[in-house]
């Protein structure tokens, strides 16, 4: 069994929660180069939580270049167990308004531009994205946003694109006739990697405005989104202080499989695999390559 340490990956200023203490900035060296930012360290009654600023302090980095390789594998290091993600998105449904929260259980990934995977040649591996959301986490913050009273929906499919730019009117009526819920620019490859680095991993999309594909919001404007992405911090601030409580008990192996998404993905032969980059992956696949 393990004591839990929560990561939690979101804007600038989503660590600023009434209550945290022993808070501290911290730099963790990654092997893949420099995460967004430092990481932020505080306590909130007896868990530990680590805050990452997702496009760095201050808004430094675009969707495209953030390292998420790096991001993922700092957390790693910094003893996190489970990491929940907030992010902005836009919504495909009138029954998701702005100012709502989706718990989402799967994605469609459109980006094309990001390193994907920590694994390569001299160390092959394949882990299973099915099921890419952990339901054990998905669980306790559904519970904890309708605690907080934020409309919350429950399952949902996320359409990553690659950005910086909005959507055109015709990708969105596309994305929509696909079945998706909402859209957003930062999930992929961040899902993908948190299962490579046998992390338990959720998503809590925050809708920010309806998209191009509603006739009253044809043309998503930044001004009225980061209105409602600062009302919605506000409500993220109060989901992660109700939440943490609920995943202070001795963590046991994740009934999804999560923390053992590696067991079988493994393809390399012992004998061929490169010793430089088994190095670089001494944190997020520890367990399986120490054992």
Same mark, same amino acid.
């Given at each position: 069994?393990?004591?839990?340490?929560?990561?939690?990956?979101? *804007? @600038?200023?989503?660590?600023?929660?009434?209550?945290? =203490?022993?808070?501290?900035?911290?730099?963790?060296?990654?092997?893949?180069?420099?995460?967004?930012?430092?990481?932020?360290?505080?306590?909130?009654?007896?868990?530990?939580?680590?805050?990452?600023?997702?496009?760095? #302090?201050? !808004?430094?980095?675009?969707?495209?270049?953030?390292?998420?390789?790096?991001?993922?594998?700092?957390?790693? +290091? &910094?003893?996190?167990?489970?990491?929940?993600?907030? @992010?902005?998105?836009?919504?495909?449904?009138?029954?998701?308004?702005?100012?709502?929260?989706?718990?989402?259980? %799967?994605?469609?990934?459109?980006?094309?531009?990001?390193?994907?995977?920590?694994?390569?040649?001299?160390?092959?591996?394949?882990?299973?994205?099915?099921?890419?959301?952990? *339901?054990?986490?998905?669980?306790?913050?559904?519970?904890?946003?309708?605690?907080?009273?934020? %409309?919350? =929906?429950?399952?949902?499919?996320?359409?990553?694109?690659?950005?910086? %730019?909005? @959507?055109?009117?015709?990708?969105?009526?596309?994305? +929509?006739?696909?079945?998706? @819920?909402?859209?957003?620019?930062?999930?992929?490859?961040? &899902?993908?990697?948190? #299962?490579?680095?046998?992390?338990?991993?959720?998503?809590?999309?925050?809708?920010?405005?309806?998209?191009?594909? !509603?006739?009253?919001?044809?043309?998503?404007?930044?001004?009225?989104?980061?209105?409602?992405?600062?009302?919605?911090?506000?409500?993220?601030?109060?989901?992660?202080?109700?939440?943490?409580?609920?995943?202070?008990?001795?963590?046991?192996?994740?009934?999804?499989?999560?923390?053992?998404?590696?067991? =079988?993905?493994?393809? =390399?032969?012992?004998? &061929?695999?490169?010793?430089?980059?088994?190095?670089?992956?001494?944190?997020? &696949?520890? #367990?399986?390559?120490?054992?």
């Amino acid at each position: 069994m393990q004591t839990p340490v929560i990561g939690v990956i979101g *804007g @600038s200023g989503l660590y600023e929660i009434e209550g945290l =203490t022993d808070t501290r900035w911290e730099k963790i060296v990654s092997p893949f180069g420099e995460p967004s930012d430092e990481l932020f360290f505080g306590k909130l009654g007896d868990i530990q939580l680590v805050f990452l600023p997702r496009h760095g #302090r201050g !808004h430094r980095y675009s969707p495209t270049t953030i390292n998420y390789r790096a991001n993922i594998d700092c957390l790693k +290091r &910094a003893g996190c167990t489970d990491v929940i993600s907030l @992010s902005a998105v836009g919504s495909f449904s009138e029954d998701m308004p702005p100012g709502s929260f989706v718990i989402v259980d %799967q994605f469609i990934d459109r980006t094309f531009e990001r390193l994907k995977t920590f694994y390569g040649t001299g160390m092959v591996a394949h882990v299973s994205m099915a099921h890419p959301v952990c *339901g054990r986490l998905g669980d306790a913050l559904e519970a904890a946003a309708k605690a907080e009273g934020i %409309q919350v =929906t429950r399952g949902g499919t996320y359409l990553v694109m690659e950005g910086p %730019q909005f @959507s055109t009117l015709a990708e969105s009526n596309l994305y +929509r006739s696909w079945g998706c @819920s909402v859209i957003g620019m930062t999930n992929m490859p961040e &899902a993908k990697l948190a #299962r490579e680095a046998e992390l338990c991993y959720a998503t809590v999309a925050m809708v920010t405005d309806f998209d191009c594909w !509603h006739p009253d919001h044809d043309n998503v404007e930044v001004e009225a989104i980061i209105k409602v992405l600062l009302g919605n911090a506000d409500k993220a601030r109060g989901l992660v202080k109700r939440v943490a409580p609920a995943l202070l008990a001795e963590r046991r192996p994740c009934v999804h499989g999560c923390d053992r998404s590696l067991d =079988t993905a493994m393809i =390399t032969a012992p004998e &061929a695999r490169d010793p430089e980059v088994l190095k670089t992956l001494d944190a997020v &696949a520890g #367990r399986v390559l120490s054992s």
